[in-house]
């Protein structure tokens, strides 16, 4: 079970509309119609909106309860795609002339041989020229988290983030209350300067295209180029 099996029926809660709305942005300036890789998919609303314009769209996540709510909510609104369990440690099958991974996918990698090692499977998984757009939060943002904490009614859960044990890192610890349970999810999540992750991607091959500074993450553009 992944640790966002509980979160999947109020993750969206969480989500920054603004971010989807650049990558919206950013996959029609960069891309044409296609084959597309989702990483990281969480409730599938890129992937389905990226599949309603017509891209063949694989999402994946490591959550089954997040693929499921993408399952339910592909069939009611008509979309077709596909739908599979990936970690972003594990080679790619196929390749794909864009892939994306929104919403700090990256962050949940333990250290920088784990970010080496997942933009090189994505790398290989790219057709050449392909696109790759991803996002990473800021050494900034997540030092600030240190101390937050929430409460919601509406969902029974108790949200707490604390400073990890490795710089710029934080543990984020929620208690959700059940009918007849109490359960614990913890998700660590850390950053590093963004430009460490670019010379990373360099390294193995990429050409940066763009670079976007929001307040709380950097989101890249990327291109394998043809050989």
């Known amino acids: 079970m992944s640790d966002y099996d509980l979160l999947a029926t109020f993750y969206d809660a969480f989500i920054d509309p603004k971010v989807y709305e650049e990558y919206v942005q950013l996959v029609e300036k960069y891309t044409s119609v296609g084959t597309m890789l989702d990483i990281g998919c969480g409730t599938g609303s890129l992937a389905l909106e990226f599949a309603k314009r017509g891209y063949k769209v694989m999402a994946t996540d490591l959550s089954e309860s997040m693929l499921q709510l993408v399952s339910y909510r592909a069939k009611t609104e008509d979309v077709a795609l596909e ?18 991974a929104s919403m700090d ?5 333990d250290d920088l041989e784990d970010v080496q090692f997942g933009l090189t499977n994505i ?29 919601d009614p509406h969902y029974r859960f108790h949200w707490e983030s604390h400073k990890g044990e490795k710089e710029h890192s934080i543990v984020h610890t929620i208690t959700l209350h059940f009918e007849d349970d109490v359960q614990e999810v913890k998700i660590y999540e850390q ?18 295209l763009e670079r976007i500074e929001l307040p709380e993450r950097t989101i890249f553009v990327m291109q394998r180029l043809s050989e």
């Open 191 to 208: 950053t590093h300067d963004a430009n460490t992750y670019e010379e990373i991607a360099i390294r193995i091959g990429f050409s940066v």
């Open 105 to 109: 996918v990256l962050n949940h990698l």
């Open 123 to 151: 790398f290989q998984a790219l057709d050449a020229n392909g696109i790759f757009i991803f996002d990473v939060l800021s050494a900034e943002y997540i030092d600030l988290l240190d101390g937050y904490m929430e409460d």
């Open 83 to 100: 739908i599979g369990i990936y970690d972003m440690l594990d080679p790619i099958p196929g390749t794909f002339e864009t892939v994306i």
